[in-house]
């Protein structure tokens, strides 16, 4: 396993149109988080994973992003209606925490990313 | 709403200088604190991870934290033009990681 996996690595598309992106964690990693970055600023988290279970959402997430990851393996980001605004680099990490409750150094592993150009 | 500020640069330093970055924090609770380096066009990678007051050396890294001053560093010594690259400050008190706005780093030959 070489690490984390994300296709496509690129996207263009039209307003309005529905994007999906697919990450592929660390093997042995259980939760996958993804974050969005835009050029000038930090990643930006949108939400994560412990194994199947979606723990956590953004509040500044739009009811356009829904994420699956059906598994517990890979994990689908899509964005439906696409607006110019969600041109950004989406961003897939993983990580290992043993258990659900168990402490996790945050310690994040990065994919290399899928940039959306919305036109 | 949990805030970690970083002085987005540029910052320049000539080839074999010590370059120092700072980085602060709002949540008084956060206990893991990250240096991750983006080069343009790719993905961040953790270079140093920190988790109790003091120093923390890797190579050519140190690492610097002070929770009473909420105040995380990071130094990179002997600095080569390979380490011209944003430093993102990463820093987590429960989950999720929150990132600063990273430093762009140019080291100069």
């Known amino acids: 396993d070489t690490g984390v996996s994300q296709d496509p690595r690129h996207k263009i598309t039209k307003r309005g149109q529905n994007v999906t992106f697919r990450c592929d964690p660390i093997?042995?990693?259980?939760?996958l988080y993804w974050y969005r970055q835009t050029l000038g600023q930090g990643p930006e988290f949108l939400t994560y994973f412990q194994n199947e279970a979606q723990l956590e959402k953004s509040r500044l997430l739009s009811d356009r992003f829904s994420a699956e990851r059906p598994k517990g393996s890979f994990s689908t980001l899509e964005i439906q209606r696409t607006e110019q605004g969600d041109s950004a680099m989406y961003l897939c990490?993983?990580?290992?925490?043993?258990?659900?409750?168990?402490?996790?150094?945050?310690?994040?592993?990065f994919g290399e990313g899928s940039r959306l150009t919305v036109l | 709403q949990k805030e970690v500020e970083q002085n987005s640069g540029p910052l320049s330093v000539p080839e074999g200088a010590i370059a120092s970055l700072n980085c602060t924090y709002s949540?008084?609770?956060?206990?893991?604190f990250f240096w991750y380096r983006q080069y343009s066009g790719k993905s961040p990678e953790l270079i140093m991870s920190?988790?109790?007051?003091g120093d923390k050396e890797d190579g050519r890294f140190t690492a610097q934290l002070n929770k009473a001053s909420q105040y995380v560093s990071l130094l990179i010594r002997d600095s080569q033009p390979s380490d011209s690259a944003t430093y993102l400050c990463?820093?987590?008190?429960?989950?999720?990681?929150?990132f600063g706005k990273g430093t762009r780093l140019s080291v100069i030959a």
């Open positions: 093997s042995e990693h259980n939760r």
């Open positions: 990463a820093v987590k008190g429960g989950t999720p990681l929150v």
């Open positions: 949540d008084r609770v956060s206990q893991s």
């Open positions: 920190i988790y109790s007051n």
């Open positions: 990490a993983s990580s290992f925490t043993p258990g659900l409750a168990g402490a996790n150094t945050g310690e994040l592993f």
